[in-house]
């Protein structure tokens, strides 16, 4: 063994001592930079200069997480169950998180009218008659917020808006568009009557009818489009064309004629807004078939199948005013009501007195030509004189309808269109023709009215009401 003098023992703790004091100064050295470097990277931004009080427990990288936003259908990482905060330190540090843009939320595209297949319902509002923005608005906003329609029909008369060539009153149509986009209604114009100026030579003036010159009715439907772009959302193009007194003509009653100026209107309005619901004019349900003053509504349509009408259309035009006689019953089921005052349904049976019937014939005579086109209602509802002082001349029929038959009706009928595979848009006759006519028991629309005297919502309002806040729930259509 090597004996260690005093002075090899002093030199060797001088030695261990320094060594001991470098690797100290190292090791803190180290330490102190690796702290450093793990809290400026942990730390979220902020909190340094803000106050924001530590959360012990927390783990780094979940703070971190908080930052970016998940996905609404990912859960929060385990490690940071959502109940560890209490809630007055969560509201602290999401105080001091950088403000993130939200996620941009997946839009789903509107679709374009034509292009909604969906069974629909309107009804036909009457601009408020004194031009007063607030009155209108006012019934606009029934339909839309209480009713909950999403569709209005209003008919446009040619012969006002332009009674000269190229001099327009669009006043009605400047007050009711507003409306409709107010409370996001789509509007349905059925345009009629050509005026003065437009119609043959030597036809009589007196009656409506249609334009000598479909160019005309042509321009006067584009520049309807034109002042109004993307408000116009479907067209009905003429009014019971199968009736005289709506298609009086030097060359008479013709479904080849009426095909003409449905194609040239068709073929104009698609070449601007292929977005638009092209409806032929709706047929008057008739038992008249002379060929002069009328022609059957299931042999006219035969004959617009014939003349190739079909192919200019979006939708079948068809109107059904329900006289005395349910909804649901066909017009060769032995059907009498032996307490109706009117008793042409029971005595002279014919497809016309039955909404069902008048439909299903429309319908099956379109399939049989091998067409899928839907029909379009741009005008149904039954007639109650119930709570009136008097019924219109040749409406006898509204005294034997009671105002509960009205509404059970409007709403049977409404199913049987949803249910049924052929019907897409149901407009009701009518909303508030009442009020605007002051009730008179002459004007053959008050008894349709679903607004009684006194301002008063007829029962058939409240069963509207509530059938279509549930179709809207059951189709997800809310």
Request: proline share 7%; hydrophobic share 40%; aromatic share 12%.
């Amino acid at each position: 063994m090597t004996t260690v003098t005093r002075q090899q023992y002093l030199r060797a703790r001088r030695q261990m001592r320094g060594f001991i004091l470098v690797w100290t100064f190292i090791t803190l050295s180290v330490g102190l930079s690796t702290f450093l470097a793990i809290y400026f990277t942990y730390t979220p931004p902020g909190n340094a200069d803000t106050g924001t009080p530590f959360v012990p427990g927390a783990p780094a990288q979940a703070v971190v997480m908080q930052v970016t936003p998940l996905p609404t259908n990912t859960a929060l990482p385990t490690a940071l169950p959502t109940n560890t905060l209490p809630a007055t330190v969560e509201a602290q540090a999401a105080a001091t998180l950088p403000a993130t843009e939200p996620p941009t939320p997946t839009i789903k595209p509107t679709l374009r009218p034509v292009d909604n297949k969906n069974f629909q319902v309107g009804i036909q509002v009457q601009h408020s008659l004194d031009f007063n923005k607030e009155n209108n608005d006012g019934y606009f906003r029934s339909v839309g917020n209480d009713l909950n329609l999403r569709w209005v029909k209003t008919q446009v008369s040619w012969e006002l808006i332009e009674p000269e060539r190229d001099v327009y009153d669009w006043s009605k149509m400047d007050l009711i568009v507003p409306s409709t986009q107010l409370f996001d209604i789509k509007l349905m114009t059925s345009i009629v009557a050509a005026p003065k100026w437009a119609r043959e030579p030597g036809v009589n003036l007196e009656e409506h009818g249609p334009p000598a010159n479909n160019q005309d009715f042509v321009s006067f439907v584009l520049k309807m489009i034109e002042r109004y772009p993307g408000s116009i959302h479907a067209i009905e193009v003429w009014n019971e064309m199968n009736l005289d007194r709506e298609w009086t003509s030097t060359r008479g009653l013709s479904a080849l004629n009426y095909t003409a100026l449905l194609r040239d209107v068709y073929t104009a309005v698609k070449a601007v807004d292929p977005g638009i619901i092209i409806i032929s004019g709706a047929l008057s349900p008739t038992g008249l078939d002379n060929g002069i003053n009328a022609i059957d509504d299931f042999r006219y349509t035969e004959q617009l199948i014939q003349a190739g009408a079909l192919n200019y259309m979006d939708c079948y035009g068809a109107h059904h005013n329900g006289i005395n006689f349910p909804a649901l019953r066909r017009y060769d089921e032995g059907y009498n009501d032996p307490t109706a005052i009117f008793r042409g349904p029971f005595d002279n049976p014919h497809h016309s007195w039955s909404f069902r019937s008048t439909l299903e014939g429309y319908a099956q005579r379109i399939r049989n030509s091998g067409s899928d086109k839907k029909l379009c209602l741009t005008e149904f509802g039954w007639p109650s004189a119930e709570g009136l002082e008097g019924y219109p001349p040749g409406f006898e029929f509204a005294q034997d309808n009671t105002l509960a038959e009205q509404a059970q009706w409007t709403t049977e009928a409404l199913s049987f269109m949803e249910e049924s595979d052929f019907v897409w848009l149901a407009f009701i006759w009518n909303f508030n023709y009442g009020p605007l006519a002051g009730w008179s028991k002459d004007n053959d629309n008050v008894v349709y009215s679903l607004i009684g005297p006194g301002f008063n919502f007829r029962p058939a309002y409240d069963a509207i009401r509530d059938w279509q806040a549930a179709y809207l729930e059951r189709s997800g259509q809310n």
